[in-house]
């Protein structure tokens, strides 16, 4: 089925750990993102890109990286994971020029001890 | 800088009533899109409504209607004839149209409980 594609669902990590959430969507859309979701807070960006080999801030990208190599592929690379960056996260995509929203992805539950 | 505000934490009707979330924005773009997601318990966040700043018509889909006024900066989502199934926390989002800087700045959303 076409859409946002989220691996893990569920990690845990010990503080310090590195690792990457993977996210990819397989409908040529331009414009890729992640956000957190926190309890209260709603959904806060982190990076985005508006296309391959273009990415910027969002709101809260302190301890985070992005690349986007490809138009399919948007992964999120925790660095040293903190308590701090226990979160749910989407990513989400959408494409330039039409009437539709963001596609989300089922997200990832990320819990740092 | 962008802002969207959801006054209303959490909402509790009884089935039936009509309901009213409410969307207040900030920005400082001439033109952008503003949104409205639904999140039920599962999880997943579901597109309700994409609509442009310079497209000020109300829009009706069944029970869902959205007022958009520009000079209040509103956004506003009204369910009719609420339903158990409408339960779910409710985003409102803003995305400028420069093609540069497209993302989405949400509110901290509206918890419907929608009792039988």
């Known amino acids: 089925n076409a859409g946002v594609t989220q691996t893990p669902k569920f990690q845990v990590l010990k503080t310090g750990q590195s690792m990457t959430l993977q996210c990819a969507q397989d409908?040529?859309?331009?414009?890729m993102s992640w956000y957190r979701q926190d309890p209260g807070m709603g959904l806060r960006l982190i990076h985005y890109?508006?296309?391959?080999?273009?990415?910027d801030q969002g709101e809260v990208p302190n301890g985070y990286n992005v690349s986007r190599s490809t138009t399919e592929d948007f992964p999120l690379r925790l660095l040293s994971a903190a308590p701090s960056q226990t979160s749910v996260y989407f990513c989400?995509?959408?494409?330039?020029?039409?009437?539709?929203?963001?596609?989300f992805g089922s997200g990832t539950r990320l819990t740092v001890v | 800088a962008q802002k969207v505000t959801q006054a209303q934490t959490e909402i509790s009707v009884v089935e039936k009533e009509d309901v009213t979330l409410d969307c207040v924005y900030e920005?400082?773009?001439?033109?952008?899109?503003l949104f409205w997601y639904k999140q039920p318990p599962s999880g997943e966040l579901v597109f309700l409504i994409r609509r442009n700043s310079f497209d000020e018509q109300n829009e009706i889909s069944g029970r869902y209607s959205w007022n958009f006024q520009k000079s209040t900066s509103s956004f506003n989502f009204t369910i009719t004839a609420s339903q158990v199934v409408d339960s779910a926390v409710y985003f409102c989002a803003l995305s400028p149209l420069d093609t540069g800087r497209r993302a989405l700045t949400f509110g901290s959303g509206t918890r419907l409980q929608v009792q039988p």
């Open positions: 890109s508006v296309g391959a080999g273009i990415t």
């Open positions: 989400a995509s959408r494409q330039a020029g039409t009437p539709q929203g963001y596609t």
């Open positions: 409908m040529n859309h331009e414009y």
């Open positions: 920005t400082r773009d001439t033109t952008y899109y």
